[in-house]
Antibody, heavy 121, light 106 residues
Framework: EVQLVESGGGLVKPGGSLRLSCAASGFTFSSYSMNWVRQAPGKGLEWVSSISSSSSYIYYADSVKGRFTISRDNAKNSLYLQMNSLRAEDTAVYYC??????????????WGKGTTVTVSS | DIQMTQSPSSLSASVGDRVTITCQASQDISNYLNWYQQKPGKAPKLLIYDASNLETGVPSRFSGSGSGTDFTFTISSLQPEDIATYYC????????FGQGTKVEIK
């Protein structure tokens, strides 16, 4: 079964750091680009970051650029999001999502259940 | 940055009604648009990719159309299980989601 399982969420004070992980199984992780998408309480979806299969290409939303770092370990079938200088507005459920890409078509076809990050003093 | 504007933000319709949601991009994104469904407490689910292609296993009452800057998502006959929030998402330049449309049963 194709599966993504996020972990690492929790309560952190403003200015603090947290590292999220996403464990992949049931597919060849090293062949796929991956994404982080977040959803603040009662709000819509916000794309956060993407990383290509070999980590050659990395992209961030402006709202997290310079504070968050996406990475992956293909040997461990794992995706990570290092979050530094956290702010109250980073409070959200964070989802990892697999990128399906063929020719010009690109969509997020497999999603984890999410991990909750709360930034509060 | 490409902005995606969805409308309406919410709607209420009866079972069997035709439901239409629009999504407008701030610049030409060709067909580079997907539609997702999100039920409360759940992760999003892909319904439509490349503006008009139905994802495998998704009921045929869901459809999408459009290109350039204007896109439409339609549920031809609303069912109780379709209660959810629907999002458009562009992938022409990075990724941007619309703000979502909450669909409720009247």
């Amino acid at each position: 079964e194709v599966q993504l399982v996020e972990s690492g969420g929790g309560l952190v004070k403003p200015g603090g750091s947290l590292r999220l992980s996403c464990a992949a199984s049931g597919f060849t992780f090293s062949s796929y680009s991956m994404n982080w998408v977040r959803q603040a309480p009662g709000k819509g979806l916000e794309w956060v970051s993407s990383i290509s299969s070999s980590s050659s290409y990395i992209y961030y939303a402006d709202s997290v650029k310079g504070r968050f770092t996406i990475s992956r370990d293909n040997a461990k079938n794992s995706l990570y999001l290092q979050m530094n200088s956290l702010r109250a507005e980073d409070t959200a459920v964070y989802y990892c999502a697999r990128d399906w890409r063929i020719q010009h078509i690109d969509y997020m076809d497999v999603w984890g259940k999410g991990t909750t990050v709360t930034v509060s003093s | 940055d490409i902005q995606m504007t969805q409308s309406p933000s919410s709607l209420s319709a009866s079972v069997g009604d035709r439901v239409t949601i629009t999504c407008q991009a701030s610049q030409d994104i060709s067909n580079y648009l997907n539609w997702y469904q999100q039920k409360p407490g759940k992760a999003p689910k892909l319904l439509i990719y490349d503006a008009s292609n139905l994802e495998t296993g998704v009921p045929s009452r869901f459809s999408g159309s459009g290109s350039g800057t204007d896109f439409t998502f339609t549920i031809s006959s609303l069912q109780p299980e379709d209660i959810a929030t629907y999002y458009c998402q562009q992938y022409d330049n990075l990724r941007t989601f619309g703000q979502g449309t909450k669909v409720e049963i009247k």
